[in-house]
């Protein structure tokens, strides 16, 4: 009986998970575009590799670093990615 609650919980995570990634994802694309800087500038002003931008705006290896480094150069409060 433990092992189907835990598989529901785990089932659950993952679509939570899943809907912050795209919400995440979504947020970071408008606000680039917002911006109107290419990816290199962004990634001199985030100290970020363009690679890792457009993980971010792909919703891929999301981490609080990244996050807050886009952030910071786009003169955003990070939690605007959230919302």
Not at 6 to 15: D, G, H, I, T
Not at 53 to 75: E, F, M, T, V, Y
């Amino acid at each position: 009986m433990k092992m189907e609650m835990k598989a529901v919980r785990n089932n659950y995570s993952e679509l939570l998970e899943l809907d912050l990634q795209d919400v995440i994802s979504e947020n970071v694309k408008r606000c680039v575009a917002e911006s109107g800087y290419t990816a290199e500038e962004l990634s001199y002003r985030s100290n970020l590799s363009v690679a890792t931008i457009n993980r971010l705006k792909a919703g891929q290896n999301l981490s609080i670093h990244g996050i807050c480094a886009l952030a910071d150069a786009l003169n955003k409060d990070w939690r605007v990615f959230f919302a």
